[in-house]
Each structure stands twice: as structure tokens, then as C-alpha cells.
């Protein structure tokens, strides 16, 4: 999805999660988030990390795995070596013990559901 203030870059079935936080934060806020659903991690597609360095002051990552060590952290880590310098928002399963739960309240717990990507996007704007 095209935008213009934001790049939401996603893998998994989150990116369902920040679909709707895109819908949301465009219809309450006048605010155009692009989003980049990637299919895969490994090789990471580095023509699309590089169009997003390059257009893009914001980025918010969103993943279904864990924070350290998934597309969070490749997406940091090929910014770093390349030059660009966008601030970046790592979303996904923190790096400590989560409490059972449905997904739905899973999702809640770790940040990652609608309502909290919605948030994250809505902070950008305020920047």
C-alpha cells in the first residue's frame, strides 16, 4: 500500500492487525501510512528496505515472532549499514515470559494487536 508519512513494514499474519490500524489512523487522522507486507525473512528483500530508507523518516516494524532477532531487527540492522537514518518502532513478542491467554488478548498483552498499532502510527504523527 502506497503512503506518504509513515512506512509500516510487516510479516505474518499481523499484518492483518496493522491493516486496520492503517484504515483507522487514514480515516481519523488524515495520516498516509504505507505498508510493506514482506513474504519472507530470509534473504530479507533488500530493494524494498532501500525504497523505504530512502523515502521514509518513520518505520514501524511488525511481526508475529520475536523482537530480537526477526524482521525488527534485519530492518534495523540493514538501515545501520547502508546509511540511512529513520527512526524505527520494533513491534512483536518481547524477549521475556509472556502470560498464557486467547490470542486476541496474547496479541493485546504484547502490543501487536489493532488498537496498539494504531497508537504507535498516531505518536509518529505527533512527531
Known amino acids: 500500500k502506497e503512503?506518504?508519512?509513515l512506512?509500516?513494514?510487516t510479516i505474518g499474519a499481523v499484518g492483518n492487525f496493522a491493516a486496520e490500524a492503517i484504515a483507522r489512523a487514514e480515516a481519523e487522522g488524515g495520516y498516509s501510512v504505507a505498508h510493506y507486507d514482506m513474504r519472507f525473512l530470509?534473504?530479507?528483500d533488500e530493494n524494498i528496505l532501500r525504497e523505504v530508507g530512502e523515502k521514509f523518516k518513520y518505520i514501524v516494524t511488525l511481526e508475529d515472532g520475536t523482537v530480537k532477532g526477526g524482521l525488527g531487527s534485519a530492518v534495523t540492522e540493514f538501515m545501520a549499514q547502508n546509511g540511512y537514518?529513520?527512526?524505527i518502532?520494533?513491534?512483536g513478542?518481547?524477549?521475556s515470559f509472556v502470560e498464557h491467554g486467547s490470542p486476541e488478548q496474547l496479541y493485546k498483552i504484547c502490543g501487536m494487536d489493532a488498537?496498539?498499532?494504531l497508537n504507535v502510527i498516531m505518536k509518529f504523527k505527533e512527531l
Open 3 to 5: 503512503g506518504d508519512s
Open 7 to 9: 512506512a509500516l513494514i
Open 42 to 44: 530470509k534473504p530479507i
Open 85 to 87: 537514518t529513520p527512526q
Open 89 to 91: 518502532k520494533v513491534m
Open 93 to 95: 513478542i518481547p524477549d
Open 115 to 117: 488498537d496498539s498499532v
